[in-house]
């Protein structure tokens, strides 16, 4: 088994960033793809940033320039956010699959190991 614990939200004004980190634990040498979702209230989970064990990076079409994921040789999983918007208020959640090919994958069901995700609440 896989556990992921997040941290590193709270609250920020708009244009301001954040660094949220995610630990993982357990059988991470079984992991080859994570990736950062979120959800806002009433609102269906998203994909915001994925990366595979070599390092490939990918991004959804809301954050890219202002979000950047990466990870270190314990598998903590990062990701940075800057320029922060309004809209980027949600609940954050690491996610973590072992997986043949990683590059692209940001959707819910293409991922099988999840934390239990952290706030990020951005103001105007």
């Given amino acids: 088994q896989v ?4 941290s590193g939200g709270g609250s920020v004004q708009a244009g301001g960033s954040l660094r949220l980190s995610c630990a993982v634990s357990g059988y991470s040498y079984i992991i080859d793809c994570m990736a950062w979702f979120r959800q806002a209230p009433g609102k269906e989970r998203e994909g915001v940033a994925g990366i595979d064990v070599l390092g490939t990076t ?11 994921i990466s990870q270190d040789n314990a598998k903590t999983l990062y990701l940075e956010m800057t ?23 940001l959707l819910v069901p293409e991922y099988k190991y999840w934390g239990q995700g952290t706030q990020v609440t951005v103001s105007s």
Wanted: net charge positive; with cysteine; hydrophobic share 30%.
């Fill in 3 to 6: 556990q992921l614990l997040e």
């Fill in 58 to 68: 990918w991004y959804g079409d809301s954050v890219k320039g202002r979000f950047t």
């Fill in 83 to 105: 320029r922060l918007k309004t809209e980027d208020t949600a609940m954050y959640y690491c996610a973590a699959t072992s997986a043949n090919y990683c590059t692209g994958r």
